[in-house]
């Protein structure tokens, strides 16, 4: 019932920027947290970034000072700005939302967008 829309890859220079975009859509549902994960071929996904319905953010240490998660509550979006970019920040980027039914806050169920390409290429 629950639809994660993602957006904002694309290819960008090292020294550059991106936003990253995640909208959930439904109803019956209230959003607990909220993420951003990275996966390499090859390699277990990684958490990038995290945030709270409380505010709380949390964030891997090797983006840390660089990307910026936020989201906006009245639109179910998340966001992640995400600055100073290395090519070591070339990979797929994922949306993870926790997502707890209306009649009961003891249920979290996890959805994942579909991913959005981040490349960071001279």
């Known amino acids: 019932q629950v639809r994660i829309v993602e957006s904002g890859g694309g290819l960008v220079q090292p020294g550059g920027s991106l936003r990253l975009s995640c909208a959930a859509s439904?109803?019956?549902?209230?959003?607990?947290?909220m993420g951003w994960y990275r996966q390499a071929p090859g390699k277990q996904r990684e958490l990038v970034a995290s945030a709270t319905s409380g505010g709380s953010t949390n964030y891997a240490a090797s983006v840390k000072g660089r990307f910026t998660i936020s989201r906006d509550n009245a639109k179910n979006t998340v966001y992640l700005q995400m600055g100073s970019l290395k090519p070591e920040d070339t990979v797929v980027y994922y949306c993870?939302?926790?997502?707890?039914?209306?009649?009961?806050?003891?249920?979290?169920?996890?959805?994942w967008g579909q991913g959005t390409q981040v490349t960071v290429s001279s």
């Open positions: 439904g109803s019956g549902f209230s959003i607990n947290d």
């Open positions: 993870n939302v926790r997502i707890s039914p209306s009649w009961s806050s003891k249920i979290l169920v996890e959805y």
